[in-house]
């Protein structure tokens, strides 16, 4: 979760200039599997739960970073559906530590614009934390600056299992014929309908893998798959990882001209 930091970076833009002087369009919206945290902490001598802590407060940076950027929305990989498999001390660790976030940046997320969105399956989640999420996605809604969407519990397979469902029962009940089923019909059905897919995808640690995040929205993403681990993650870093996807030819399955 997020904590709002006092650091800023120099504004790059949604554009970025190159020397022969066109004009190259930055990442709306970046979506980043946030690795590193518990090896961080192991390098240090500490317990995983430091990284999870050190990793939080660096989130906020790069919340705070993102319309200097050009970013309107942000995607973070907060918590798999595999997660689960970790040890029962790391998980009770990590829901103490989400609802101990929602509930101290709250009023700061909101005083600065931002929307919070969760995406994930709620099913799992103690009432509890439920209820936070709930209350910052309210306390948020009307805001216009930066779109957070933070993906809890969330994995790629299950969502589009999820909404597969939701498909089929209005197939069955008639809301939706069969015949009218398409690629474009199914995001409709997926946790991040109200949201653009993402442009940029950034996966910290040293590990090239997506790891079930976002399959549907990325079939077109960028993809920056980084060293550095999440705690050590800056907004110096994002903006060089955003000025470098201005300089990608991204042609979506056609032939360049």
Same mark, same amino acid.
């Given at each position: 979760?997020?904590?709002?930091?006092?650091?800023?970076?120099?504004?790059?833009?949604?554009?970025?200039?190159?020397?022969?002087?066109?004009?190259?369009?930055?990442?709306?919206?970046?979506?980043?599997?946030?690795?590193?945290?518990?090896?961080?902490?192991?390098?240090?001598?500490?317990?995983?739960?430091?990284?999870?802590?050190?990793?939080?407060?660096?989130?906020?940076?790069?919340?705070?970073?993102?319309?200097?950027?050009?970013?309107?929305?942000?995607?973070?990989?907060?918590?798999?559906?595999?997660?689960?498999?970790?040890?029962?001390?790391?998980?009770?660790? $990590?829901?103490?530590?989400? @609802?101990?976030?929602?509930?101290?940046?709250? +009023?700061? &997320? %909101? *005083?600065?614009?931002?929307?919070? #969105?969760?995406?994930?399956?709620?099913?799992?989640?103690?009432?509890?934390?439920?209820?936070?999420?709930?209350?910052?996605?309210?306390?948020?809604?009307?805001?216009?600056?930066?779109?957070?969407?933070?993906? $809890?519990?969330?994995?790629? @397979?299950?969502?589009?299992?999820?909404?597969? +469902?939701? &498909? %089929? *029962?209005?197939?069955?009940?008639? #809301?939706?014929?069969?015949?009218?089923?398409?690629?474009?019909?199914?995001?409709?059905?997926?946790?991040?309908?109200?949201?653009?897919?993402?442009?940029?995808?950034?996966?910290?640690?040293?590990?090239?893998?997506?790891?079930?995040?976002?399959?549907?929205?990325?079939?077109?993403?960028?993809?920056?798959?980084?060293?550095?681990?999440?705690?050590?993650?800056?907004?110096?870093?994002?903006?060089?990882?955003?000025?470098?996807?201005?300089?990608?030819?991204?042609?979506?399955?056609?032939?360049?001209?």
């Amino acid at each position: 979760m997020p904590r709002v930091s006092k650091n800023r970076v120099s504004s790059a833009g949604s554009e970025q200039g190159t020397s022969d002087g066109q004009t190259l369009a930055g990442p709306r919206h970046v979506a980043i599997i946030m690795d590193g945290n518990g090896r961080w902490a192991q390098a240090r001598g500490r317990p995983r739960l430091f990284g999870h802590h050190a990793g939080a407060r660096r989130v906020g940076e790069v919340v705070e970073c993102c319309p200097d950027l050009g970013i309107k929305y942000l995607t973070i990989f907060a918590f798999s559906t595999e997660n689960w498999k970790r040890t029962q001390v790391e998980i009770s660790g $990590l829901m103490s530590l989400f @609802r101990r976030y929602i509930s101290k940046e709250m +009023k700061a &997320l %909101a *005083a600065r614009n931002v929307r919070v #969105r969760f995406i994930g399956d709620r099913v799992r989640l103690d009432a509890k934390l439920v209820q936070l999420m709930d209350d910052l996605e309210h306390e948020t809604a009307q805001n216009e600056g930066t779109h957070l969407t933070i993906a $809890l519990n969330y994995g790629g @397979r299950d969502e589009v299992a999820r909404a597969t +469902k939701r &498909l %089929a *029962a209005d197939v069955a009940s008639g #809301r939706l014929l069969p015949k009218d089923v398409d690629e474009e019909t199914l995001p409709r059905y997926l946790d991040t309908h109200v949201l653009p897919d993402p442009d940029l995808v950034i996966r910290t640690s040293g590990e090239a893998r997506i790891s079930n995040f976002l399959l549907w929205q990325s079939a077109y993403s960028e993809y920056e798959f980084i060293d550095t681990l999440w705690p050590d993650f800056t907004s110096e870093e994002l903006a060089r990882l955003c000025q470098r996807f201005g300089n990608r030819d991204r042609r979506f399955g056609a032939v360049k001209t």
